[in-house]
């Protein structure tokens, strides 16, 4: 089956940097995608990796290793409004040969004053 | 951007109706739209695809006969939920694929703004 894990909640100091990991077992594995989700909202995209390596976009960077099956989004410069929920989520391909998107079990950031 | 519009944002409705929410492509074609169901501090859990002109794809343990989906145009897709239980009460939420602008091009999935079902 699809597993994708991430840590359910974490908290930090506004200003601080805070890395959100991600492991993942999937199959027909054709990408990993971050999105971010304030409370009662729609998840909003934040960063996109295809290849090994970092992304960097801004505050925020991205960072795969295939091999591993292993993500991790970084925070730069903590900000309150960056209080979310992150999700992580993997696009594979189907047997069909289609593509989805299945989403991890999300973690929880509290930034602090 | 590419926007998508989702319809009723809340809906309350009696133990055994249904209801039907609207997920429109506003400025592109959708060929291919997700529907994810969300359960409160918890991540979304795909329940299908749904295909412009052709059946949608469920995934494993999704009453279809329960949820249906029609994708009957490019911009619009439909999810009923049929004889509304208690249990069925959670926030429902549509995507699309667009293409990032700029260098990637990648494909990447615009939300609606979400439907929160309550059923009494």
């Known amino acids: 089956g699809q597993n994708i894990d991430q840590p359910t909640e974490m908290t930090a100091t506004e200003g601080a940097i805070v890395q959100i990991n991600c492991t993942y077992q999937?199959?027909?594995?054709?990408?990993l995608f971050w999105y971010q989700q304030h409370a009662g909202e729609a998840p909003t995209f934040l960063s996109y990796?295809?290849?090994?390596g970092l992304e960097e976009k801004g505050r925020f960077s991205s960072f795969l290793s295939r091999s591993k099956g292993y993500s991790y989004l970084l925070l730069k410069e903590l900000q309150m409004k960056d209080s979310a929920s992150y999700l992580c989520?993997?696009?594979?391909?189907?047997?069909?040969?289609?593509?989805?998107?299945?989403f991890g079990t999300g973690t929880r950031l509290k930034v602090l004053a | 951007g590419a926007v998508v519009s989702q319809h009723p944002s809340w809906v309350i409705c009696k133990s055994g109706t249904s209801v039907k929410i609207e997920c429109r492509s506003l400025?592109?074609?959708?060929?291919?739209m997700f529907w994810y169901r969300q359960f409160p501090k918890q991540s979304l859990m795909l329940m299908a695809t749904?295909?412009?002109?052709?059946?949608?794809?469920?995934e494993q343990g999704v009453e279809k006969d329960k949820f249906l989906i029609n994708h009957a145009s490019l911009t619009l897709s439909t999810l009923t939920v049929t004889s509304a239980h208690p249990e069925d009460s959670s926030f429902y939420i549509c995507?699309?694929?667009?293409?990032?602008?700029?260098?990637?091009?990648?494909?990447?999935?615009?939300f609606g703004a979400g439907s929160r079902l309550t059923v009494l």
């Open positions: 995507s699309a694929k667009t293409r990032l602008a700029g260098g990637s091009g990648a494909n990447v999935l615009t």
């Open positions: 999937t199959s027909g594995f054709n990408g």
């Open positions: 990796n295809v290849l090994d």
């Open positions: 989520a993997v696009r594979v391909q189907t047997t069909s040969g289609t593509y989805k998107y299945i």
């Open positions: 400025d592109f074609q959708a060929t291919t």
């Open positions: 749904s295909n412009e002109g052709s059946k949608a794809t469920y």
